[in-house]
């Protein structure tokens, strides 16, 4: 029979609790009945319960720790009163304690619940957060079906260094997918710039070179805002009008893309241009045309970071993407995701580096 949902916070909380911690408290109260039963009748074997209420705090709410506190001192009067002691001044002073100690695990207990819902509540804002900056991946757009995947190196952050997006417009599909040099908020900021002036031009911009164009000011304005001279962005943008035979790319910087076709894997060759924000550093007519790329059905193209070419083993070794590929012997693109999500993990272990990447293949017509 199914079980209802918990409640997110009750599931955020926990989560955060290691499962043999619940458990402190019964082990405590084991021990003190057992040494009651082993040691002589004259010893008030009570006094271990003095902790159990701040014990019982880091897993159970300030109720149960409150009654966790009454037990302690009710059961600790029984013991007491078995041992003919029960109104000795030490007892007393034990009395004593364990009601303080149960005020300050109540105490404790309360904070620690109000701590995790402040958790569960930022944890949920930057969740949103992501969902508004790295949109999720449609599973088709535009005659094309696709697949994708994106991996902080800091599991705790949701949002790195690298991007991507898909835009299903007037002109076909457009897809970018970058990684911004640097780390923490100042490379999700570029992100974010990057993703927004992506969007912004995306659906009115008829040429694909326009447009990186215009993520290359957008960089290039957010370097001088911040007066990093060093800040820029590797991306490639990809464009398929439905229907076509081919794709266009426009690479600036960025990993090579490849072309899979059954056990084939070839490196997409494309001019190789200066990354987002450096392209005032190039000549004024260097930037030339999209690269076209045949697609024919069964085929798929694998844009990734190098999160994913970089990621190396113990032994230093990078992970070698194109023998894997070849190895799995299939182009279809959750197959080929949900592949690399796992063996990237297994090979390199921790991630160093941001990870993403997208699988577009020509979506079947039947």
Same mark, same amino acid.
């Given at each position: 029979?199914?079980?209802?949902?918990?409640?997110?916070?009750?599931?955020?909380?926990?989560?955060?609790?290691?499962?043999?911690?619940?458990?402190?408290?019964?082990?405590?109260?084991?021990?003190?009945?057992?040494?009651?039963?082993?040691?002589?009748?004259?010893?008030?074997?009570?006094?271990?319960?003095?902790?159990?209420?701040?014990?019982?705090?880091?897993?159970?709410?300030? =109720?149960? $720790?409150? @009654?966790? #506190? !009454?037990?302690?001192?009710? +059961?600790?009067? %029984?013991?007491?009163?078995?041992? &003919?002691?029960?109104?000795?001044?030490?007892?007393?002073?034990?009395?004593?304690?364990?009601?303080?100690?149960?005020?300050?695990?109540?105490?404790?207990?309360?904070?620690?619940?109000?701590?995790?819902?402040?958790?569960?509540? =930022?944890? $949920?804002? @930057?969740? #949103? !957060?992501?969902?508004?900056? +790295?949109?999720? %991946?449609?599973?088709?757009?535009? &005659?094309?079906?696709?697949?994708?995947?994106?991996?902080?190196?800091?599991?705790?952050?949701?949002?790195?260094?690298?991007?991507?997006?898909?835009?299903?417009?007037?002109?076909?599909?457009?897809?970018?997918?970058?990684?911004?040099?640097?780390?923490?908020?100042?490379?999700?900021?570029?992100?974010?710039?990057?993703?927004?002036?992506?969007?912004?031009?995306?659906?009115?911009?008829?040429?694909?070179?326009?447009?990186?164009?215009?993520?290359?000011?957008?960089?290039?304005?957010?370097?001088?805002?911040?007066?990093?001279?060093?800040?820029?962005?590797?991306?490639?943008?990809?464009?398929?009008?439905?229907?076509?035979?081919?794709?266009?790319?426009?690479?600036?910087?960025?990993?090579?893309?490849?072309?899979?076709?059954?056990?084939?894997?070839?490196?997409?060759?494309?001019?190789?241009?200066?990354?987002?924000?450096?392209?005032?550093?190039?000549?004024?007519?260097?930037?030339?045309?999209?690269?076209?790329?045949?697609?024919?059905?069964?085929?798929?193209?694998?844009?990734?970071?190098?999160?994913?070419?970089?990621?190396?083993?113990?032994?230093?070794?990078?992970?070698?993407?194109?023998?894997?590929?070849?190895?799995?012997?299939?182009?279809?693109?959750?197959?080929?995701?949900?592949?690399?999500?796992?063996?990237?993990?297994?090979?390199?272990?921790?991630?160093?580096?941001?990870?993403?990447?997208?699988?577009?293949?020509?979506?079947?017509?039947?």
């Amino acid at each position: 029979m199914p079980t209802a949902p918990r409640p997110p916070f009750r599931a955020a909380v926990e989560s955060r609790v290691p499962r043999w911690v619940p458990w402190l408290p019964v082990l405590l109260l084991v021990l003190d009945l057992l040494t009651e039963a082993i040691v002589p009748d004259a010893v008030a074997a009570g006094f271990l319960l003095t902790a159990l209420p701040v014990v019982a705090a880091f897993s159970y709410g300030p =109720a149960v $720790t409150a @009654a966790t #506190t !009454l037990g302690s001192v009710a +059961l600790q009067l %029984v013991l007491a009163l078995r041992a &003919g002691h029960i109104d000795e001044q030490h007892h007393v002073w034990v009395y004593i304690a364990t009601l303080l100690s149960g005020v300050m695990g109540t105490a404790l207990s309360w904070q620690r619940i109000r701590q995790n819902r402040n958790l569960l509540h =930022a944890r $949920t804002v @930057a969740e #949103t !957060l992501q969902r508004t900056v +790295l949109r999720p %991946v449609p599973d088709r757009a535009g &005659g094309l079906r696709m697949a994708g995947l994106y991996r902080p190196a800091q599991a705790e952050v949701l949002v790195g260094g690298d991007l991507y997006e898909v835009c299903d417009t007037r002109f076909g599909v457009r897809v970018l997918l970058g990684d911004v040099r640097g780390k923490g908020l100042g490379a999700v900021r570029t992100v974010a710039d990057v993703l927004g002036a992506f969007r912004a031009t995306a659906h009115d911009t008829p040429d694909l070179v326009e447009i990186a164009d215009q993520l290359d000011r957008a960089v290039l304005r957010d370097a001088a805002d911040r007066g990093d001279d060093e800040l820029f962005a590797t991306a490639v943008l990809l464009q398929y009008r439905p229907g076509s035979d081919c794709v266009e790319i426009v690479n600036r910087g960025h990993t090579t893309p490849l072309m899979l076709a059954g056990r084939t894997i070839t490196p997409i060759a494309c001019p190789d241009e200066l990354p987002l924000g450096l392209g005032h550093l190039a000549p004024a007519d260097d930037h030339g045309k999209p690269t076209a790329v045949a697609l024919p059905p069964g085929s798929t193209v694998l844009l990734y970071t190098d999160g994913v070419s970089e990621a190396r083993n113990a032994a230093g070794t990078f992970y070698p993407l194109a023998p894997r590929l070849a190895a799995l012997g299939t182009t279809s693109p959750d197959r080929v995701v949900t592949f690399l999500a796992q063996d990237v993990h297994d090979y390199a272990g921790l991630l160093a580096d941001d990870l993403a990447l997208l699988a577009l293949t020509p979506d079947d017509p039947t």
